[in-house]
């Protein structure tokens, strides 16, 4: 079967992942990392796209990224992935892919869900073992978002900035929401959206997104269609 396009919607933020090969690490040094978050950070100027978070795992990367047109996170995630394997192959004489295939990707509509997103992107490095707490791992966004670290790379998406109104208020409020029990029925729903690029969001908005762009955005539920909602959802806002 052909595959089916992406989901490209201007100005709504997509969960990005990308994995190592045969999910071997795609880090090997601190210069490494430094190096890939230089190149998301000129390339993302480049393209008009704006990070919100980030994690870089050894063997995987999560980022949340909105575009402002369609088209540029593909244009995005080429150049960063083919940019930085030429770099590794150079530094460390390899050849060869670094990837495994292409990325996945999901957007996510509502601000309640972007937040979620952001604190699974962000606790990775906990459920992994590595750290007890995520504000002990560099190389994610969380120290920016909950420790008053400064990070150019990351621009917070509006619905962490209604977490209060100045920047110690925010940090305090995102420490308690990324510090509180997670239901793990969010983790793996996350994670299911994401391995099956379907729109993560509430059903109302997606089944308005399905009617703009006629096609089946999310899973498709066995019975009797449910009857068009009266009326669009307005979901094409500008994520500050």
């Known amino acids: 079967m052909p595959r089916q396009p992406r989901i490209d919607l201007p100005g709504i933020p997509q969960h990005i992942v990308q994995r190592g090969n045969d999910r071997q690490p ?5 210069t490494d990392r430094i190096r890939y978050l230089q190149d998301l950070r000129d390339i ?26 369609p088209g ?8 960063l992935g083919r940019g ?3 770099y590794v192959n150079d530094r460390y004489r390899r050849t060869g892919t670094l990837w495994e295939g292409r990325y996945k990707a ?7 869900y972007v937040l979620r997103c952001q604190r699974y992107i962000e606790l990775n490095p906990l459920r992994a073992r590595i750290v007890a707490d995520p504000g002990d791992y560099r190389w994610s966004s969380h120290r920016g978002a ?4 400064p ?66 955005v999310g899973a498709i539920r066995i019975g009797r269609p449910r009857k068009p909602i ?11």
């Open 72 to 79: 540029q996170i593909g244009r995005l995630m080429q150049a």
């Open 84 to 86: 930085y394997v030429r």
């Open 146 to 149: 909950a420790l008053a670290e």
């Open 26 to 30: 795609c880090f090997l040094a601190d």
């Open 230 to 240: 009266d009326g669009l959802i307005e979901c094409w806002e500008n994520p500050s």
């Open 106 to 112: 999901c957007p996510v509509i509502d601000d309640g």
């Open 151 to 216: 990070d150019p790379l990351v621009h917070p998406h509006r619905a962490w900035l209604a977490l209060g109104p100045d920047q110690p208020t925010r940090q305090r409020a995102w420490r308690d929401l990324v510090t509180e029990a997670v239901d793990p029925g969010e983790t793996d729903a996350i994670r299911l959206h994401l391995q099956r690029q379907h729109l993560y969001g509430p059903e109302r908005i997606r089944r308005d997104i399905e009617t703009r762009l006629g096609r089946t």
């Open 44 to 69: 993302t100027r480049r393209e008009y796209c704006t990070v919100h978070a980030y994690v870089l795992m050894d063997n995987h990367v999560h980022l949340l990224v909105t575009p402002m047109a």
